[in-house]
């Protein structure tokens, strides 16, 4: 079983920064597939970024890519998700999401397993 908490949602004006964090519990944490989600309000959710669990490769949606970096800490089971250049249509509630394959197609909802609970973030223009 995977459990991920998110933190680091917030209030922010347009053209800033917040960086959020995911805690994911597992021995195996290395070789997960883990991804960012967003959903805004009356929407759909939505890919962001995605970090493979093999190779190291990295993916972004077009819309944040330039934008958004992904990372993560192998050591300390942590993913990051650091939004620069915010935009008010970047408003939603960001969810950390974790599969245990290294090779989950990235960008589909239904491939992951396993979901944090979310974090807000709000871009005021």
């Known amino acids: 079983q995977v459990q991920l908490v998110e933190s680091g949602g917030g209030r922010v004006q347009a053209g800033g920064s917040l960086r959020l964090s995911c805690a994911a519990s597992g021995r195996t944490f290395s070789t997960y597939t883990m991804g960012w989600f967003r959903q805004a309000p009356g929407k759909e959710r939505e890919f962001v970024a995605a970090?493979?669990?093999?190779?190291?490769?990295?993916y972004y949606a077009d819309s944040v890519k330039g934008r958004f970096t992904i990372s993560r800490d192998n050591a300390k089971n942590t993913l990051s998700l650091q939004m620069n250049s915010l935009k008010p249509e970047d408003t939603a509630v960001y969810y950390c999401a974790a599969d245990p394959s290294p090779y989950t197609t990235h960008w589909r909802i239904s491939a992951y397993g396993y979901w944090g609970q979310g974090t807000q973030v709000t871009v005021s223009s």
């Open positions: 970090f493979s669990g093999s190779g190291g490769n990295t």
